[in-house]
């Protein structure tokens, strides 16, 4: 199972930024997707932002189009989701998931899908 660590996460008022992280261990993440998912207590997890094996697809929903940014560096073997404008409703615990898709320039966020996942970070946005 690939490792994957989520940090970044953290407590912010609505309108601020947060700077998600999801660094890989013992492994390179060139050639996975990697998808950042959220879930809140009670409801289904949910995929946010994605982006392809050869970095140069992205998707997101529409909740956080123009909002969040994904974002992979190579050389440091870590994928990025830049959240800005913040709202109440982004407050969940947000995943990072990595999965070899068969085309490089395609990702998911079909959480239903077998991948790998990371332990999660906490973001809470509130006044």
């Known amino acids: 199972q690939l490792q994957l660590l989520e940090s970044g996460g953290g407590l912010v008022q609505p309108g601020g930024s947060l700077r998600l992280s999801c660094a890989a261990s013992g492994f390179s993440l060139n050639g996975y997707a990697i998808g950042w998912f959220r879930q809140v207590p009670g409801k289904e997890r949910e995929g946010v932002s994605c982006?392809?094996?050869?970095?140069?697809?992205?998707r997101d929903i529409d909740s956080v189009k123009d909002r969040f940014t994904i974002s992979r560096d190579s050389a440091k073997n870590t994928v990025y989701l830049q959240m800005n404008s913040l709202k109440t409703e982004d407050s969940a615990f947000y995943y990072c998931?990595?999965?070899?898709?068969?085309?490089?320039?395609?990702?998911?966020?079909?959480?239903?899908?077998?991948?790998?996942w990371g332990q999660g970070t906490q973001v809470t946005v509130s006044s």
């Open positions: 998931a990595a999965v070899r898709l068969v085309l490089s320039t395609s990702c998911t966020l079909d959480p239903a899908i077998t991948m790998d």
């Open positions: 982006i392809s094996g050869n970095g140069r697809s992205t």
